[in-house]
């Protein structure tokens, strides 16, 4: 494959990691081949889409050769040998610009690799390069990053969704093959809804989050993006398991995801909460996700109808605890040791102030703000301590479920991808966009979004499946079956 034979239309969907690992081996097929042709489209299509912020051109086709020559020898590849993938620009990267969507680190270049960054370039995984993100990870819609908005491959009018926008719309453009985002409340879930790709929280803990620049450190999730059930599960294989360099890593057996979206539904019990499917549920988003629970009625699950009746408390809380994480985990960004330090400053007071004040964007500044309040003496009790004790709640709720269902559907986001500008002048709407996704977030829980469907207007709707802690098998074989049905319409 040239790298001219590559480029194609605007929106396209990626080879799969089997077919393109196989076409390596068998040597039907370069990596490096593959690599310069994910290049062009890139240079074609990036300046439209704005998903790429820094090319590791240099890094990639080294990999791409040493894949080749392993191929050419004949020795057994890895599991993502020559797979092309794209980072969230949150994950370290040694050597890279690594900024997080923020001005704060515009020069900021790491000296190590995140462990998700390090399993991928173990597995053979060719990376291209870092990609555009609400700062800091602090958005819905891509429209915070300190670089400009992502746009939606699917329309150029609309937002691809948040915070990894720029990963989801990545793989929606054929931009790479897979890519890396993070879930702090749904910022991989509702993007990969809105793009019409598949994108998967997995439970707090299966993935290490070191090298990953902190948002708020009991939520911030690192998972896979790819246009298929299957190739996510691949990736997920790779990233999931110990490591000692994360504290909150978990023992837990990885199991064989791969497997599991081949397996049928037969039998499973899935769990419908009420609660997902009331006011503020767009039309044809409800249409959608109802097809894919009928699709998967027919394949044998037994459909029950449950309750999450706390489900209302979770917006609140999640804002009050992720942003007082937040003002935590921000308060090393003060132009003393790495970041942006302002040239105004004359003394160290001005400094700090004028450094923060010039480094953050107008989101990521409200945060600070109001979990630095939700924190402070006398409001501590009543706000932070009180959001933790609902967050059990809603937490032990979720647990109380599963001990009656193997899974729950719901949909992914209340609506489809909405226009660019359209709720950047209202914080409350554009929070509110996350309603069904910051609760498994608050949990711990694993889930995923699979595109079920479209509406009138061609915009992707996503199907968010939801699994117990360790669940990951679960969600992989309810998506597939959804996927199968999807495809065969």
Known sequence: MSAQESVGPLRQKPQSIRKLRASIAERSQRAIDIAEGYYARIERFNPQINAYLALTRDQAMEQAAA????????DPLPLL???????????????????????????????YDATAVTRLRNAGAVLLGKLNCDEFAMGSSNENSAYGPVRNPVDLDRVPGGSSGGSAASVAADLAVATLGTDTGGSIRQPASFCGVVGVLPTYG????????????????VGPFAASVQDAAEVLHVLAGHDSLDA?????????????ASQDVKGMRIGIPEEYFGEGLDPEVRAAVEAGIDALRAQGCEIRHIRLKHTQYAIPVYYLVATAEASANLARFDGVRFGYRSTSATNLSSMYKLSREEGFGAEVKRRILLGTYALSAGYYDAYYRKAQQVRRILAEEFCQAFGEVD???????PTAAFRIGEKSDDP???????????????AGICGLSVPCGTTTAGLPVGLQVLGPHFGESAIFRVAAAVERTAKSE
């Open 428 to 442: 409350m709407a554009m929070y509110l966009a996350d309603i069904y996704t910051v609760t498994a977030s608050l």
């Open 407 to 413: 899974a729950i559907v719901t949909p992914t986001a």
């Open 248 to 260: 909150t890593s978990a023992t837990q057996p990885v199991g064989d995801y791969v497997a599991a």
């Open 67 to 74: 894949i080749d020559a392993q191929a050419a020898k004949g």
């Open 81 to 111: 040998a020559g797979i092309p993938i794209g980072v969230k620009d949150v994950l370290a990267m040694r050597g890279v610009p690594t900024t997080a969507g923020s001005r704060i680190l515009e020069k900021y270049r790491p000296p």
């Open 206 to 221: 299966r993935v290490s989050r070191y090298g990953l620049i902190a948002f708020a450190s009991s939520l911030d999730r």
